[in-house]
T-cell receptor, first 113, second 116 residues
Framework: SQQGEEDPQALSIQEGENATMNCSYKTSINNLQWYRQNSGRGLVHLIL?????REKHSGRLRVTLDTSKKSSSLLITASRAADTASYFCAGHMFSGGYNKLIFGAGTRLAVHP | DAGVIQSPRHEVTEMGQEVTLRCKPISGHDYLFWYRQTMMRGLELLIY????????DSGMPEDRFSAKMPNASFSTLKIQPSEPRDSAVYFC??????????????FGPGTRLTVT
């Protein structure tokens, strides 16, 4: 499969703690994106990191990218109950003759008050 | 802007029936994507359009699935005949022409399809 692999599949933490989710992919990418999905909703774009970048910050989010290891991580600092959601990485790659986003299986994050 | 609009939000139908899902992208967005999400297979790209023209339909499962985009503000995904294994949440997403396929995509709320 060309889909990214994410771990852990599920993560349960207390409010205030940091949450780290990892994503690995198999083919070369142009950029890697992270999306959040609340239960019963569509995906919402969080952050994009390009293949020539190693780290990017946005508010409480920190994303790293290691193209040599074909992996990325998403860190959410000082988590809140409202961060409870599924988080997906998506690699932009050239596949089957077309540019497309390939999504990982996602990590389900539960933040307990 | 109201965001990407999908209808219906929920659809329950019997095997063999025709199902039509509808999507209105964000105004000014030139790219439109149809995805399917299941527990087993995750989020899969079915087809995407650029300026109303289908570009990549390699993800369409089989001939029972078809998609059209008659104008910049409307697209349909049709399943005929439907089968229980088509049960999933179908998402429509759009992106701005400057973003294209490679940048931020805006997702609709999805249509939950149940085929009995």
């Amino acid at each position: 499969s060309q889909q990214g692999e994410e771990d852990p599949q599920a993560l349960s933490i207390q409010e205030g703690e940091n949450a780290t989710m990892n994503c690995s992919y198999k083919t070369s990418i142009n950029n890697l994106q992270w999306y959040r999905q609340n239960s019963g909703r569509g995906l919402v774009h969080l952050i994009l990191i390009r293949s020539n970048e190693r780290e990017k910050h946005s508010g409480r989010l920190r994303v790293t990218l290691d193209t040599s290891k074909k992996s990325s991580s998403l860190l959410i600092t000082a988590s809140r109950a409202a961060d409870t959601a599924s988080y997906f990485c998506a690699g932009h790659m050239f596949s089957g003759g077309y540019n497309k986003l390939i999504f990982g299986a996602g990590t389900r994050l539960a933040v307990h008050p | 802007d109201a965001g990407v609009i999908q209808s219906p939000r929920h659809e329950v139908t019997e095997m063999g029936q025709e199902v039509t899902l509808r999507c209105k992208p964000i105004s000014g967005h030139d790219y439109l994507f149809w995805y399917r999400q299941t527990m087993m297979r995750g989020l899969e790209l079915l087809i995407y359009f650029n300026n109303n023209v289908p570009i990549d339909d390699s993800g369409m499962p089989e001939d029972r699935f078809s998609a059209k985009m008659p104008n910049a503000s409307f697209s349909t995904l049709k399943i005929q005949p439907s089968e229980p294994r088509d049960s999933a949440v179908y998402f429509c997403a759009s992106s701005h022409r400057l973003a294209g396929v490679s940048d931020e995509q805006y997702f609709g709320p999805g249509t939950r399809l149940t085929v009995t």
